[in-house]
């Protein structure tokens, strides 16, 4: 050791090393303190702009439903015998289509919402016009606007549209296919309407499919499907009209007439009279004649001009029945329907003359050589319809817990029972659903010719 220097002890650090190993901790505790609030900061902005967006979204579907109100208010003006030009005024109308974008929503926290509303068959030409209003509503950070689109639609004088509803599943097999026709087009109460025949088909039926599956095979739907949230959608390309998912829908039957509801009434036992009204029976105060009986429901002739009513407790039906020239006839039965080996239900005029409710849990069937026209209402039972004859046919309106067509079947429904249950000048919602996915935004675009995304 040099003369005079100062030893420095085994194991001690010089006071300078000291220095920097309390100079490098503080910075690695100050780097892992920026680390922590960096993150902590990345949270709460994250977390800041999911509930700004979650805000939002509550608000678009407000404003969106605000879009409808728009429009709803213009149909209830003409309601009151105001004329479409007038309740529309403010409105850009082609043809049977009014659009408005209403100036812009100022929110809170700075966002901005702009509304749009597309109307199908505004000036009430229509009998089932549609509303699509879209709100889109921009944050104030400038992320992606948040979308929300519903569509309404509508019925004249509060009437009900069923169509084909099959609530808990839909199977078309082979080639069969669904399809509409207008057996009054001139809309006339007293007809004459027209049987269905291909050259006077149209694309315009609507289907509903609330649950299950909606399973087309190699078949067709000319006109629009309806889908419950659950039910996956099918090819594009077998729906004419589009296909509308999110659908929420339900059906009940009517209640059953009763000896005590009615002013006059027959009970005819276990003998249901070949034909009706008996002579000398007398009409209810609504003008139908009404019969109650414990017989099947099978070779009875409803007479021309005739408005008859049959309760049938623990009744099914068979073929046999035969509604003349003018008559109507409105059937509830307990039992099951089952036509086949070339057995009709002969309905002279069209489909809305010939009503038929059943609580059945049992299989409706409709055979070979067989022809349905009426309008069926089984919401507990299957309806099964199979057979290669030409003449086959099933033309009305149908709901039933499942619909299952095969061979040389079709369903033709008969746009004419659309007018018939939209009298009046009111006008009622009979659907609501908002438009989620991607197919729901593409069949939007279209329909509107992309004055909505």
């Known amino acids: 050791m040099r003369a005079g220097a100062r030893a420095i002890p085994v194991g001690r650090l010089h006071p300078r090393a000291q220095r920097g190993s309390v100079l490098l901790t503080a910075m690695l505790v100050a780097v892992a303190i920026g680390v922590g609030l960096v993150g902590y900061l990345t949270l709460s902005r994250t977390s800041l702009k999911l509930a700004h967006r979650t805000f939002f979204a509550n608000d678009a579907a407000n404003l969106a439903e605000a879009g409808v109100e728009e429009a709803l208010y213009c149909f209830n003006q003409m309601g009151t015998g105001v004329a479409p030009a007038t309740a529309w005024s403010g409105w850009t109308l082609s043809g049977t289509t009014a659009r408005r974008t209403l100036p812009p929503f100022n929110r809170d926290q700075n966002?901005?919402?702009?509304?749009?509303?597309?109307?199908?068959?505004?000036?009430?030409?229509?009998?089932?016009?549609?509303?699509?209003?879209?709100?889109?509503?921009?944050?104030?950070?400038?992320?992606?606007?948040?979308?929300?689109?519903?569509?309404?639609?509508?019925?004249?004088?509060?009437?009900?549209?069923?169509?084909?509803?099959?609530?808990?599943?839909?199977?078309?097999?082979?080639?069969?296919?669904?399809?509409?026709?207008?057996?009054?087009?001139?809309?006339?109460?007293?007809?004459?309407?027209?049987?269905?025949?291909?050259t006077i088909a149209t694309a315009d039926a609507p289907v509903v499919v609330p649950a299950g599956t909606a399973n087309l095979g190699t078949g067709k739907?000319?006109?629009?499907?309806?889908?419950?949230?659950?039910?996956?959608?099918?090819?594009?390309s077998q729906v004419t009209g589009g296909i509308v998912t999110n659908v929420s829908y339900a059906y009940s039957l009517p209640t059953y007439p009763a000896p005590s509801s009615v002013s006059q009434s027959y009970n005819v036992?276990?003998?249901?009279?070949?034909?009706?009204?008996?002579?000398?029976?007398l009409p209810a105060a609504d003008g139908r004649y009404y019969y109650f009986t414990t017989d099947d429901i099978a070779a009875v002739t409803i007479s021309a001009g005739k408005s008859v009513t049959i309760v049938g407790t623990s009744s099914k039906m068979t073929s046999g029945l035969a509604v003349q020239a003018g008559a109507t006839c409105e059937i509830y039965i307990d039992g099951p329907i089952t036509l086949n080996k070339g057995r009709d239900i002969a309905n002279s005029d069209w489909a809305g003359s010939l009503r038929i409710y059943t609580t059945t849990t049992n299989n409706c069937n409709i055979g070979d050589k067989s022809q349905f026209v009426g309008c069926l209402f089984a919401p507990n039972a299957a309806l099964q319809a199979s057979g290669n004859d030409a003449a086959n046919m099933i033309v009305g309106m149908f709901?039933?817990?499942?619909?299952?067509?095969?061979?040389?079947?079709?369903?033709?429904?008969?746009?004419?029972?659309?007018?018939?249950?939209?009298t009046g000048n009111t006008?009622?919602?009979?659907?609501?659903f908002e438009m989620q996915s991607a197919a729901d935004r593409r069949v939007v675009a279209t329909r509107t010719g992309s004055f909505l995304l």
């Open 427 to 432: 006008w009622a919602v009979t659907s609501w």
């Open 221 to 236: 739907i000319y006109g629009t499907l309806s889908l419950g949230p659950t039910v996956a959608s099918p090819p594009a």
């Open 399 to 422: 709901v039933a817990k499942t619909i299952t067509i095969s061979g040389n079947f079709d369903i033709h429904f008969d746009e004419a029972l659309r007018a018939a249950a939209s």
């Open 111 to 198: 966002g901005v919402g702009i509304v749009r509303v597309y109307v199908e068959g505004y000036d009430g030409t229509s009998a089932t016009p549609s509303v699509l209003a879209q709100a889109a509503l921009t944050p104030f950070d400038g992320s992606a606007p948040i979308v929300k689109t519903v569509q309404i639609g509508l019925k004249k004088g509060g009437g009900r549209n069923d169509g084909v509803v099959a609530l808990n599943g839909l199977t078309l097999r082979n080639f069969t296919t669904i399809d509409s026709f207008n057996s009054n087009p001139g809309q006339s109460a007293t007809g004459p309407w027209l049987a269905y025949n291909p």
């Open 269 to 281: 036992g276990s003998t249901l009279p070949a034909t009706l009204p008996v002579t000398g029976h």
